[in-house]
């Protein structure tokens, strides 16, 4: 698997709209982005061309409106990010990080649920 840069803030708000709504023009992306805080579109294209540059997507140039995807997966980036996150700012620790995560965050009872389970099948794997 090739290494790609860490996105920066702006490239995963662009690469989240690409993950929830597919390939897209900047244009799209732009109105997207502009509903939250207004987003010149300029500035989103230069931000989809560096990201190009990059490799974090892909432009298909076949037509004269480029078309953008994300070249890199959801579930890959939030894996990279927390590791870093991780590293970086707990000292390698998973367990500070959700420590600090669930209390600074009020929890729902059905996440709680949810991390229940998970704690219960990490427990069975590592027990077989």
């Known amino acids: 698997m090739k290494k790609h840069p860490k996105p920066t803030e702006s490239e995963l708000q662009i690469l989240r709209i ?19 805080k207004q987003v010149g579109y300029t500035t ?5 061309q560096i990201m190009a540059e990059k490799n974090l997507v892909n432009r298909n140039t076949d037509s004269k409106t480029h078309i953008y995807q994300a070249n890199i ?19 390698g620790s998973a367990m500070e990080l959700v420590l600090q995560a669930l209390g600074n965050h009020k929890t729902t009872n059905e996440e709680l649920d949810q991390i229940k389970k998970l704690i219960s099948q990490l427990e069975n794997v590592k027990h077989d």
Request: aromatic letters at 4%.
């Open 18 to 36: 690409l993950w929830t709504e597919g390939p897209s023009t900047v244009r799209e992306v732009n109105n997207v982005l502009s509903v939250e």
């Open 44 to 48: 989103t294209l230069k931000l989809m």
């Open 73 to 91: 997966l959801e579930h890959d980036t939030q894996k990279n990010l927390i590791k870093s996150l991780v590293d970086q700012a707990f000292g």
